[in-house]
């Protein structure tokens, strides 16, 4: 492994550190090599303060109704912190208020903001928003709280404010959120979830994101972790490891970015932080199962 041609000692988590003189418009080359010769490169370049950054290769093409009006962003953002009959989680509220106010503010979406929301609210708030969408409109909801799975038949379940440790009808099973989104009328739905097991809402590694952000109907999810708990706290100034991770890379997009290559740095930054804490903690993007996704991915276009 190489930084511009200087080669560079990886941890065993995989992670290096290098330091660089920050010179505008320099560009820094990354190139990894394996023993079986198969090659990968990557580039980081510095962007003077003030200069527009470098235009990314996206397109926003939604699909649109003929002759209707422009999509909307819709977001419904879930923040449980303070649980009947579980411990409370320090941060959800804190990740939840944040994001709204950045979908918000940044990004132009109609945000509804729930917290401590019980089994019946969530429900009811997944059905008027799915209401109000149309054809050309995009989705996000976003999950802090608890999760759980089931280890014999590997279900995943987000756990409502009022949610029964003991009784499992209180849960809300991966399958039935991913029922209801499939039926939307919107053109693409995003989930993010930050809870422990949220990798059971993934789909298998032989379906994947198509680099077309436009194409087709997309219903993916961004988890904050696989199948193992998640961290609570660690990322600085109230918030998770993840949220804090997700809002810097929100706050830092400057041109149309599609989830994917949001979720790559969200990963990297969790994957890296996690590692020092000494509890390793790896984000995946992928589609959502049983959720009818064809292809396609969910495009954030920050306002101006």
């Known amino acids: 492994f190489t930084v511009d041609g200087r080669a560079q000692a990886l941890d065993g988590?995989?992670?290096?550190?290098?330091?660089?003189?920050?010179?505008p418009e320099a560009t820094?080359?990354?190139?990894?090599?394996?023993?079986?010769?198969?090659?990968?490169?990557?580039?980081?370049?510095?962007?003077?303060?003030g200069a527009?950054?470098?235009?990314?290769?996206?397109?926003?093409?939604?699909?649109r109704p003929a002759g209707g009006r422009p999509g909307r962003s819709h977001a419904l953002v879930i923040a449980n912190g303070a649980y009947r009959s579980l411990p409370a989680l320090k941060t959800a509220h804190a990740d939840g208020a944040e994001l709204a106010r950045v979908l918000g503010e940044e990004f132009g979406f109609q945000v509804r903001l729930l917290e401590d929301a019980g089994f019946l609210d969530t429900m009811v708030a997944l059905d008027e928003v799915s209401r109000a969408l149309g054809p050309g409109?995009?989705?996000?909801v976003y999950f802090a709280g608890h999760g759980r799975i089931?280890?014999?038949?590997?279900?995943?379940?987000w756990l409502p404010a009022d949610a029964d440790p003991e009784d499992r009808t209180t849960w809300l099973p991966n399958e039935v959120?991913?029922?209801?989104?499939g039926t939307v009328a919107a053109g693409h739905v995003l989930v993010v979830s930050d809870s422990c097991y949220a990798g059971t809402l993934a789909a298998s590694g032989l379906e994947a994101v198509t680099a077309s952000p436009g194409a087709g109907r997309s219903r993916t999810v961004?988890?904050?972790?696989?199948l193992q708990p998640v961290l609570d706290e660690g990322g600085g100034d109230g918030h998770s490891i993840f949220?804090?991770?997700?809002?810097?890379?929100?706050?830092?997009?400057?041109?149309?970015?599609?989830?994917?290559?949001?979720?790559?740095?969200?990963?990297?930054?969790?994957?890296?932080?996690?590692?020092?804490?000494?509890v390793p903690q790896t984000p995946l993007y992928a589609p959502i199962r049983h959720a009818g996704h064809e292809s396609g991915d969910f495009v954030f276009v920050p306002r101006g």
């Not at 409109?137 to 996000?140: F, I, M, P, S, Y």
């Not at 089931?150 to 379940?157: A, L, M, T």
């Open 13 to 23: 988590q995989g992670y290096f550190r290098v330091r660089l003189p920050v010179r």
């Open 28 to 49: 820094v080359r990354f190139v990894a090599l394996d023993r079986a010769a198969r090659r990968a490169e990557a580039e980081l370049r510095f962007v003077a303060q």
């Open 52 to 63: 527009p950054a470098p235009a990314l290769p996206v397109e926003r093409a939604a699909v």
């Open 137 to 140: 409109d995009d989705l996000l």
């Open 150 to 157: 089931d280890e014999g038949s590997g279900r995943g379940y």
């Open 177 to 181: 959120l991913a029922k209801r989104l």
């Open 222 to 226: 961004l988890a904050a972790g696989g």
């Open 243 to 278: 949220a804090r991770a997700l809002l810097s890379v929100l706050k830092l997009a400057r041109e149309a970015t599609p989830a994917s290559a949001i979720a790559s740095s969200v990963a990297a930054r969790v994957g890296w932080k996690s590692a020092q804490l000494g």
